[in-house]
């Protein structure tokens, strides 16, 4: 297993030269730098022997011929900042990459290529074309995993594994055997989903019901006696799909129709073959549907087999393997099934045997894999009995052990276990794990199917294996354990399993997800991981699925090219609400990049006063501990509001509540750090930065970062390194998780999940900075309102109120450069007994009224007149609403909701012309 991670790099690259933030100079130098330092890596002794707490996420892996698309993007931005916040929080943090062989896929991408070159699978042989799969899987496959490299992928690379590799073979051949000696996996000759394009049967999961448009035929079988003499009689049936009907084997009728009472017993002729077969009465039959008798196809039907077995019916196999008909089908052998189609409703019309055809929209089941329409065919394969297993995975979800986020998953978990088929695990290809199921032969090298010996190994001379491969399913469904060297007791298993949660969309719920936990608790006694985040799935901007087809794919490496990878990471987390599918619009990474120069140009209003070296680097550590006593106002408000931040962010990230994280970072860092404390931290044109100042907006920079670093590694370590002077060794990617002040911590012993309680110099320094923005929020209102510019001084008078007036004035007259300032005011009045101006503008904050005097500031002559003009505007369109809504014929006959958005107009012009009234009012 991998070996302890060895010393990083002594000192990191040297930084990009310029101000402004070019993401492609600082993503690919950082990323190099994090894997050759070993800090992806996770060591087993920790855990085992240091006591370290681990946390594990295995990748879902992705096909060996896939490209990374936004799915991945989305899935591996919540895994990659869910390993990088427990980290910093001291895990052992374990996130497990890897690839899927892709059974059908990559065998139909080999054959393909090997199909230009003019040549043919079947006739090259099995090893010889696996020769050619394995050569392309070392020269093509596995780009997906470099592509996430570009996205920010902090795996632990050295634990990279391959469904087909050596490790997880044995896995998947131990897992047979043992579910074979524990009479769960049996062989059976069934009804099964066939694939005549892959030319394999497929699981009930990998079939999609799509509602088509198509024909009902209306067909008429007649009456025989003993002898098989037409009597004169006839029995009409509906059918979608007169292709089969030359593997009926009866004809069913509801046992209370009292229409087809007389006749069951009797007997039809089957067109087209002429087959003799009974009239029998089911419970199945719905007598409401076409003309309320059946064919019964056995062969070809899940239903009609069931009828069959309770009947005791012929089944007949009408179809070959690639979806032709065989002998069965008479004078339609060789034909494909729809052209045999066509050919029989012909014939039935020109016998007279076809009654009428109707359009008829129906449920068609289609591949998920080829997109052919499957075919039921009665075919011998391998399959597992799940309800045992099933009956173990229900419980740790009942019992609370695994938990679904959002919760509502865990009900569709249920559904799907109590109501689990059997699962076919036998695939017709070459490309896969090979059952190892070995059958004797005898002379003539025929296999004795009866007398098989199930075993990893093969029995010795005379012994064949089975030609088929495993479903891919039952390799992947091993992940999480063969991954760290199961069966053996390895090092990694014992430090590593269980995982922690899993992240992954609801569409493999039921592929991987419950199959995962079935095999955990199975084979290991133990669920194989406590949480599963279940994520929506992205769609275009019209709520469309991505595809090919529609053109609607969105690129996750032209939109790195163009936004960077953290300013992708950082929209699709703030995107990645619970339970919700995204809409996603291009554009709407621009929010991402845009985020991510607020950041960068945030530090370069305090950074540019650090000293530095040639390359950049600062040469010394300006940081300094001071009391929170001596602290500014606005110093005492920013690190009240950073430790408040970091408590909701690890309540939400704790909870996968990663929206919720991601929004929360974003608002502190945009509206509390950029927007209030850096407009009152920098200084005045020309100026020098005050050490006391710089030094806390270092160290508050410096806990951002920490806190941005899970959701954008590259920016954040890229302005890490221009903080401050590091030791070797050091890297953003390995800092602590920054906590709250030692002010906060004195009184809050147990933090997590509960909001901060501060002493009472801190809640007035909260307070009061709270009052401030206020207050300068009233003044830029007015100055929006009235369209004056920010660069145009202005006065105002503050008039408080409340029990404790005389010490909020204290307050604000402390702070009254801040407000001066903020507010862009000339002159400021602070008081409990101001009048109002007159002609000026009021705006209520709390118990206290902020007045802007507008006489010169606004020409309060034209203002009036263009207010008044307004208001008459306002007057008339709210007149020819009212009107309208007095009107009984409009209101009684129009829509309600076209009504109603009528009444709203009418509000909100009333509304308006109030506010408006207001604003004349106070011009006096």
Known sequence: MPETRPAPPATPPAAPAGSAYEPAAVEQKWYAYWEAGGFFHADPEAVTEGGAEPFVIPMPPPNVTGRLHMGHALQDTVQDLLTRYKRMRGFEALWIPGMDHAGIATQNVVERKLREQGLDRKEMGREAFLEHVWAWKEEYGGVILEQKRRLGDSCDWR????????????????????????????????????????????????????????HLWTVRYPVVDEGGAETGRYVDIATTRPETIPAD?????????????????EHVKVPAVDRVVPIIADDYIKMDFGAGALKVTPGHDENDYAIGQRHGLETVSLMNLDGTLNEEGGPYAGLDRFEARKRIVTDLEAAGQLVKTEDYPHTVPISSRSKAVIEPLLSPQWYVSMEPLAREALAVVDDGTVRFHPARWANEYRRWMEDIRDWPISRQLWWGHRIPVWYPTNADGERDEENFVVSVDSPGPGYVQDEDVLDTWFSSWLWPFATLGWPDDTDALRAFYPGSVLVSGYDILFFWIARMIMAGTHFLGEAPFTDVF???????????????????????LDTIEQYGADGVRFTLAKLCAQGQDIRLDPTTFEGGRNFANKVWNAFNVFGRFLETDEA??????????????GLTLVEQWMLTRLDETIVAVEKSLDAYRVSEAVQTVYDTVWRDFCDWYLELAKPGYGAEMDQETLAFSVEVFDAILRLLHPFMPFLTEELWWKLRPRDEGEACIAAEWPSVSEEAVA?????????????????????????????VTAVRQVRAQYNVPPSKAIDARVRVGGAEAE????????????????AGLGALQIGADLDKPQAAAAVVVDRHEVFVPLAGMIDLDVERERLAKEIESKRQFLGGVEKKLRNEQFTSRAPEAVVEKERQKAADARAEIDALKANLADLG
Do not use: C
């Open 807 to 822: 010490a909020t004035v204290a307050a604000l007259e402390s702070a009254r450069g801040d407000l001066e300032r903020l």
């Open 249 to 265: 084997t009866a004809v069913a009728v509801h046992p209370d129709d009292e229409r087809f009472a007389d006749l069951v017993g």
């Open 534 to 556: 279940v994520t929506g799935m992205i769609k275009d901007k019209q709520g469309r699925w991505m595809s090919k087809s529609l053109g609607n794919g969105i690129d996750p």
């Open 159 to 214: 634990y990279e594994r391959f469904t087909m590799d050596e490790g997880l073979s044995r896995a998947v051949q131990e897992v047979f055997v043992r579910l074979h000696d524990e009479g769960l996996v049996y062989r059976g000759d069934y009804l099964v989903n066939w694939d005549p394009e892959n030319q394999t049967v497929i699981s009930n999961e990998e079939v999609d019901n799509v509602e088509r448009p198509g």
């Open 747 to 775: 009184l809050n012993k147990r933090y997590q999940g509960a909001p901060l309680r501060y002493a009472d110099e801190a809640k007035k320094a909260i307070e009061s900075f709270t009052l401030v923005q206020e207050v």
């Open 616 to 629: 950049g680097r600062p040469v010394r550590d300006v940081r300094r501990q001071r009391e929170f006593s």
